[in-house]
RNA sequence: GAUCCCGUAGCUCAGCUGGAUAGAGCACCUGCCUUCUAAGCAGGCGGUCGAAGGUUCGAAUCCUUCCGGGAUCGCCA
């Protein structure tokens, strides 16, 4: 594990500098270190001002102290510079360079095992409309979540829930009978999903339509959306689904089929897969049984009416209804007896994440908290994944309004967009045909990928469509170029690379260039944690760009293969190869691959 | 009304467990391909960190209030 590791030899080398020379220490906890500003000479920082009252004495003095009992005791720091209370440290490259020579060829992105195994839910489609941007939005963090913690040694189960019944798969299924005349993906060459979707507002149309012309013949609004012929046909349907109409279930069955192929075609596109699925049909009726457990053991309560309720005042919260007067259940109950029923399946779950929308924030709050009221130990490892909404430049999406973003379309447009601008750049001549499709595949889905997975997930998002499928500057395609690029130099070094053992250590100078990336380098282990401890692949897929962004500027200033010495040019490449492997294990963290050639 | 999230450059975002002159990308302007991939590099332009108070040696970061945007508070899922 190579994390921290500067951290790990400086904390308590200060504390031993603050008790030899003034007797008392500053807890480990309290010393932090931060990079060194660019401006300023050194490596590492530390500002003493928070140790003044140990010391005794002004803060040039006291880090002079500290910094010369650093310089007499720690081989690694070399010299250091005060500037007011800061000091600063300067490491020998001796360090950067052991550092670089003993993980070369390792993989500093994985970590030991944890034998912890994780469960993280994503996706969970409605199987009555295709997927769009939002789905994406939570697939690709999800997926990513995922990866992450399986590099932080965990073992990683994923899962979706497939709400494959409801009102609003009856709404389909009955605009399809009405006008579908048998209409199949086969027959019509549509995808199963957009095939459904459409009936789906087809239903909807017609509904309006009734209402409209109930509210001409005299109906209120809320009388009319109650009565339209069409709801109420769709209502029936469901409480005849319920009770097994055999006829109803088949056609269910049917069409939930279409639909599972399209979106199978769509998760493979975007890559990615499930361990286990869970369908709503199968779980909707869990919970109740739980709920009924509370009651005896009064930690919910009955209304007059029958209903079952929980009480989270004492939470702040409110008082939320668990179970309906004549026993059937809501969201809430399935979701409490899902729960419970994975923890069974999977008995050594150490956590459990849900990756859902913030507009749920407070069903999973209560959730949590309805978990832990009935007595499950696990309660506690409950995380839900919040994100933000994906906004678009003309406002937010709304299925209602056609303004949604389909993620079929939009993976076909980023792609055809990496497409057109690699055939202008005219590099890719001894590619075939099929070659160049794979590699604009890999493109536009990085691009795309990147694009959704840089920013902070709890933060809601503006989708600018040009701009996601931008292939310069901070995206995922400038990651890739890099590697491919690193990829083009390793090739033409063949056998001209000497091992790094051979390098003179102690004698090397590291040019400014090459130590910006060797830190970087060595940060990343500890970004790697931090995206797994806050279950946020943005830290990760920010500091990758850093990393090849200087690498970048160390390539296009420093020669490599034209590099006369070879203990300097076998230094170089290591440094490159270690640039090379790690962004591509921080891509693959990130659910993209990275190209051999582009 | 209550609760939660957000507000940083023209635009999209970093930075937020308090630290030095607030960083990138896009856009716009200048340079750099007869040396390793120019999907690149170097430089320029651009900021009262929503506002006001407070805590502190020090606040974009913590606290309070206010303003602005959003979500939630359904016996919908």
């Avoid at 095992?113 to 199987?127: L, R, W």
């Avoid at 059937?328 to 007896?337: A, F, H, R, V």
Wanted: aromatic share 10%; with cysteine.
């Amino acid at each position: 594990m190579f994390q921290d590791r500067l951290q790990a030899m400086l904390v308590p080398a200060v504390r031993a500098a603050f008790l030899d020379l003034f007797n008392q220490a500053p807890e480990a906890g309290a010393i932090g270190f931060q990079p060194t500003r660019p401006e300023f000479e050194g490596d590492a920082t530390i500002n003493v001002f928070p140790f003044l009252r140990l010391s005794g004495q002004g803060p040039e003095q006291t880090a002079r102290a500290v910094g010369g009992h650093l310089v007499a005791h720690v081989p690694e720091v070399e010299r250091i510079n005060v500037v007011k209370g800061f000091l600063n440290i300067v490491i020998s490259d001796a360090y950067w360079l052991t550092f670089l020579g003993e993980t070369t060829g390792q993989d500093i992105l994985q970590f030991p095992p944890t034998g912890k195994q994780v469960m993280v839910e994503f996706a969970s489609p409605n199987t009555n409309k295709p997927l769009h941007l939002g789905h994406l939005r939570n697939i690709f963090l999800g997926w990513s979540v995922g990866r992450i913690l399986g590099a932080a040694g965990n073992e990683v189960v994923k899962v979706q829930v497939v709400n494959d019944r409801g009102i609003h798969i009856c709404k389909s299924m009955v605009a399809w009978r009405m006008f579908g005349n048998g209409e199949t993906p086969q027959g019509s060459g549509l995808k199963g999903d957009k095939l459904v979707g459409k009936y789906y507002v087809e239903f909807d149309k017609v509904y309006k339509a009734e209402v409209a012309g109930l509210m001409a013949a005299g109906s209120t609004q809320a009388d009319a959306e109650k009565k339209a012929p069409i709801l109420l046909d769709a209502q029936d349907m469901l409480r005849r689904w319920e009770a097994h109409t055999p006829e109803l279930r088949a056609l269910w069955a049917m069409m939930n089929g279409w639909v599972y192929d399209g979106f199978n075609a769509t998760y493979a596109r975007a890559g990615v897969s499930f361990d286990r699925n869970y369908y709503e049909s199968d779980t909707y009726l869990l919970g109740k049984e739980d709920v009924l457990k509370g009651v005896e053991k009064g930690v919910f309560f009955r209304k007059e009416d029958g209903s079952v309720w929980v009480d989270n005042t004492p939470e702040g919260l409110d008082e939320k209804v668990l179970m309906r007067a004549d026993g059937t259940s809501l969201y809430m109950t399935q979701d409490i007896g899902t729960a419970i029923k994975r923890f069974e399946e999977f008995p050594g779950l150490a956590r459990m994440i849900y990756t859902v929308g913030n507009e749920q924030d407070y069903h999973f709050k209560v959730l949590f908290i309805i978990l832990k009221k009935l007595g499950f130990s696990w309660a506690d490892e409950l995380y839900h994944l919040s994100y933000g909404m994906v906004d678009l430049p003309g406002g937010k999406m709304k299925s209602r309004e056609g303004t949604v973003v389909d993620a079929d379309d939009l993976m076909d447009e980023v792609v055809a967009e990496a497409r057109s601008a690699g055939e202008q750049l005219s590099k890719l001549d001894e590619f075939g045909e099929e070659e160049k499709s794979v590699l604009f595949e890999m493109i536009g889905m990085a691009a795309l990928k990147y694009f959704l997975l840089k920013v902070d997930p709890k933060k809601r998002m503006l989708f600018d469509p040009k701009a996601s499928i931008d292939l310069q500057g901070h995206t995922g395609p400038f990651i890739q170029y890099t590697y491919a690029r690193i990829q083009s130099l390793l090739r033409k070094a063949g056998k001209l690379s000497t091992p790094t053992g051979q390098l003179a250590i102690d004698h090397y100078r590291l040019l400014p260039e090459e130590k910006v990336v060797i830190k970087l380098l060595h940060q990343f282990p500890a970004v790697l944690n931090e995206s797994a401890t806050k279950l946020d692949p943005s830290a990760l897929a920010n500091h990758t760009y850093d990393l090849v962004k200087a690498y970048n500027t160390f390539y296009q200033t420093v020669p490599v293969l034209k590099e006369e010495q070879e203990d300097r040019r076998a230094f170089r490449l290591a440094l490159s190869m270690s640039v090379a492997s790690t962004a591509k294990k921080a891509m693959w963290c990130l659910g993209m691959e990275v190209p051999e050639r582009m």
